[in-house]
């Protein structure tokens, strides 16, 4: 099952196009990484599937509800990146009122604001007010609020923005967490070694299009670099390569193959010994993430 489905997804604004056309699956209790270039529509994509910015055509579910639905949105937590949060509150009091904006049961809410406080590193601080705290202060706030109601689905738009490493290492063990319990974390991030550890799949956009997905744990696709050597290679045998590999380069008796997933090599390794080839050393090196970022979506722009 899905968490988030969309197909065809569309947003303009008078004669822009922000978003072309979004299509893309994000599967239940995954950590699902959103990467472009400034510019690429993910700012416009996320709000379109919180239901804050209408389609202007195309289709999509969140929880197997329709965008914008009202019941939905109280199963959904989002940290934004540029917040403006009411800084005359406390931190309790903070975390108090967004509790009474889902409904929470009253019971339930200060224990709830003691667990978050204690978790993001700000229990001491629960009487202070917010026009008082630092930009890690708000950040670590930021997150409590946005995980105050146990949510299905939480949108973080640069979680780790303004934190020091000790922070980044809180927000991925967070992150971690949320995944264990179940829930759908959909993460928008421009530190790319932080998806990299974080992320189970990464969804590529550009010009307000999905232009691939990965895998990142537990192998999958995320893209290998593959090398042989052999001898006996002939020049029809390299070509043949291709079925397997998305590139073939031959340099003397070493074979260099970009490959999509671990599984074609024992295939490759076969083929090459039954056409009397002789095999005598296979090595491989997945992509990182800035690799397969540059790889897909070129060089040019930033995250």
């Not at 209790?29 to 239901?51: H, I, Q, R, W």
């Not at 593959?226 to 070493?254: F, K, P």
């Amino acid at each position: 099952m899905n968490a988030i489905e969309t197909r065809d997804l569309r947003k303009t604004f008078g004669g822009k196009v922000a978003v072309e056309g979004l299509t893309l699956e994000v599967r239940r209790g995954e950590v699902f990484g959103f990467l472009g270039p400034n510019g690429a529509g993910k700012s416009t994509s996320v709000k379109m599937l919180l239901g804050l910015v209408y389609p202007t055509s195309g289709a999509a579910t969140v929880l197997d509800r329709p965008l914008g639905d009202v019941h939905v949105r109280a199963r959904i937590g989002f940290l934004p990146e540029h917040f403006r949060f009411h800084d005359w509150l406390t931190a309790a009091e903070f975390l108090r009122t967004h509790a009474d904006l889902y409904g929470m049961p009253d019971a339930r809410v200060p224990k709830r604001i003691s667990e978050l406080l204690e978790l993001v590193g700000l229990a001491g601080h629960r009487d202070k007010k917010l026009r008082d705290f630092s930009k890690g202060m708000l950040q670590r706030i930021g997150l409590a609020q946005s995980l105050l109601n146990d949510p299905e689905l939480v949108f973080l738009d640069e979680p780790t923005s303004g934190l020091d490493p000790l922070g980044r290492l809180l927000v991925r063990d967070i992150i971690r967490d949320q995944r264990e319990r179940g829930a759908t974390v959909f993460l928008n991030s421009h530190l790319l070694g932080e998806v990299e550890v974080t992320c189970d799949r990464v969804g590529f956009i550009k010009h307000g299009r999905v232009m691939a997905i990965r895998a990142l744990r537990h192998g999958g696709d995320g893209g290998m670099e593959l090398e042989i050597r052999a001898s006996g290679v002939c020049d029809g045998t390299v070509v043949q390569l291709n079925r397997w590999a998305a590139s073939v380069r031959a340099e003397g008796d070493m074979l260099k193959l970009s490959v999509p997933n671990e599984d074609a090599v024992p295939e490759i390794v076969s083929y090459l010994v039954g056409t009397g080839a002789r095999v005598y050393s296979v090595s491989s090196r997945r992509d990182s993430l800035e690799e397969m970022f540059l790889r897909i979506l070129g060089s040019e722009g930033g995250l």
